[in-house]
């Protein structure tokens, strides 16, 4: 099997977490290393978040950085009131014992890619887009080893969550997001058009729980916890699971439809901060840039999400 190498910035966040044990239970990626950054709540807990769930898939040899701490140039919008104080908030969790590695997340990410061949690394995205840019910006040469960017942010016709606008993952760090969107690089967005279409309803959630594992019963108790929220605001039948969805997507991108189109992110109106504005309907001229998706398979979504995980003790 073609093994698909990857690199997953995140910012945990429970979403982020199912994202990760399904990163790692799947034979079909190689997941390089793991970078955390400022968003859900702040790098301190990210980037111990991110350890956590290494440690809980098995993987503690996995290697994690700690990367930017706040937006290139605004003071950071975390997300505590959805994923608690802890960004893990639900189950009981002990400290992680694997370590953190020393190199910042944004060297790490400039050094691999420097080191590795033309278009052979696939950056995964599920957070604030600060590390990405960063790294971006200081080193425009390792677009050469970029194969795409598949991230989870962004909305058209679902507007936004964090404003009336714009999605969380944008908003809080939206020139990060412009120079990303305006790199040049094979870009796929899973924005909240489809991620609000996977909703964790009971019999989904079920299936997690059944499991009789502790991956299981932690991924359950994390979405028991993080839907609260969303079901209270959005009056769904669950909570979307946002991140997970780039990892499906790697590994059976025909759950997925959607749109080769124009997207732009707002910097400049406070009003509409962070919004992706999103020429779905062909309207300018303006070129494509961003594979833009808008609907899933949520059945077979979340099928994938419990095979997999129920491979993890
Ligand atoms: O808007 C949803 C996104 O913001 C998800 O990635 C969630 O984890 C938060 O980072
Ligand atoms: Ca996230």
Not at 1 to 17: E, F, K, L, S
Not at 237 to 264: M, Q, S
């Given at each position: 099997?073609?093994t698909r190498n990857i690199?997953?910035?995140?910012?945990?966040?429970?979403?982020?977490?199912?994202?990760?044990?399904?990163?790692?239970?799947?034979?079909?990626?190689?997941?390089?290393?793991?970078?955390?950054?400022?968003?859900?709540?702040?790098?301190?807990?990210?980037?111990?978040?991110?350890?956590?769930?290494?440690?809980?898939?098995?993987?503690?040899?996995?290697?994690?950085?700690?990367?930017?701490?706040?937006?290139?140039?605004?003071?950071?919008?975390?997300?505590?009131?959805?994923?608690?104080?802890?960004?893990?908030?639900?189950?009981?969790?002990?400290?992680?014992?694997?370590?953190?590695?020393?190199?910042?997340?944004?060297?790490?990410?400039?050094?691999?890619?420097?080191?590795?061949?033309?278009?052979?690394?696939?950056?995964?995205?599920?957070?604030?887009?600060?590390?990405?840019?960063?790294?971006?910006?200081?080193?425009?040469?390792?677009?050469?080893?970029?194969?795409?960017?598949?991230?989870?942010?962004?909305?058209y016709f679902e507007v936004?969550?964090?404003?009336?606008?714009?999605?969380?993952?944008?908003?809080?760090?939206?020139?990060?997001?412009?120079?990303?969107?305006?790199?040049?690089?094979?870009?796929?967005?899973?924005?909240?058009?489809?991620?609000?279409?996977?909703?964790?309803?009971?019999?989904?959630?079920?299936?997690?729980?059944?499991?009789?594992?502790?991956?299981?019963?932690?991924?359950?108790?994390?979405?028991?916890?993080?839907?609260?929220?969303?079901?209270?605001?959005?009056?769904?039948?669950?909570?979307?699971?946002?991140?997970?969805?780039?990892?499906?997507?790697?590994?059976?991108?025909?759950?997925?439809?959607?749109?080769?189109?124009?997207?732009?992110?707002?910097?400049?109106?406070?009003?509409?901060?962070?919004?992706?504005?999103?020429?779905?309907?062909?309207?300018?001229?303006?070129?494509?840039?961003?594979?833009?998706?808008?609907?899933?398979?949520?059945?077979?979504?979340?099928?994938?999400?419990?095979?997999?995980?129920?491979?993890?003790?």
């Amino acid at each position: 099997m073609a093994t698909r190498n990857i690199i997953i910035d995140t910012d945990p966040g429970q979403d982020d977490a199912v994202a990760i044990l399904l990163a790692l239970a799947s034979p079909e990626l190689n997941v390089l290393g793991i970078t955390a950054v400022a968003g859900n709540v702040p790098l301190s807990l990210t980037q111990k978040n991110a350890r956590i769930v290494c440690e809980l898939a098995g993987f503690p040899e996995t290697k994690v950085f700690a990367g930017c701490e706040a937006p290139m140039s605004r003071t950071l919008v975390t997300a505590e009131h959805v994923h608690g104080k802890t960004g893990l908030d639900g189950p009981q969790l002990d400290a992680p014992t694997m370590p953190l590695q020393d190199q910042h997340a944004v060297d790490w990410i400039i050094e691999t890619c420097r080191a590795a061949p033309a278009q052979s690394i696939t950056l995964c995205p599920l957070g604030p887009l600060t590390n990405i840019a960063t790294a971006l910006t200081r080193a425009p040469d390792i677009k050469d080893a970029i194969q795409e960017i598949v991230l989870m942010g962004g909305a058209y016709f679902e507007v936004g969550n964090i404003t009336p606008a714009a999605e969380f993952n944008i908003y809080v760090d939206p020139e990060a997001a412009k120079i990303v969107f305006e790199a040049g690089v094979s870009l796929t967005a899973m924005p909240l058009d489809v991620t609000h279409k996977a909703l964790t309803t009971q019999s989904r959630v079920d299936a997690f729980r059944n499991m009789g594992t502790k991956v299981g019963d932690m991924t359950a108790a994390w979405t028991d916890f993080f839907e609260r929220f969303d079901k209270e605001k959005y009056g769904s039948a669950g909570a979307p699971l946002h991140d997970p969805t780039v990892i499906a997507y790697l590994i059976k991108p025909d759950l997925f439809t959607g749109r080769h189109i124009n997207v732009e992110i707002e910097t400049q109106s406070e009003l509409t901060l962070g919004m992706t504005v999103a020429d779905w309907w062909g309207v300018t001229d303006r070129t494509p840039n961003c594979m833009f998706m808008g609907d899933l398979d949520a059945d077979g979504f979340f099928a994938l999400l419990a095979e997999r995980l129920a491979t993890l003790g």
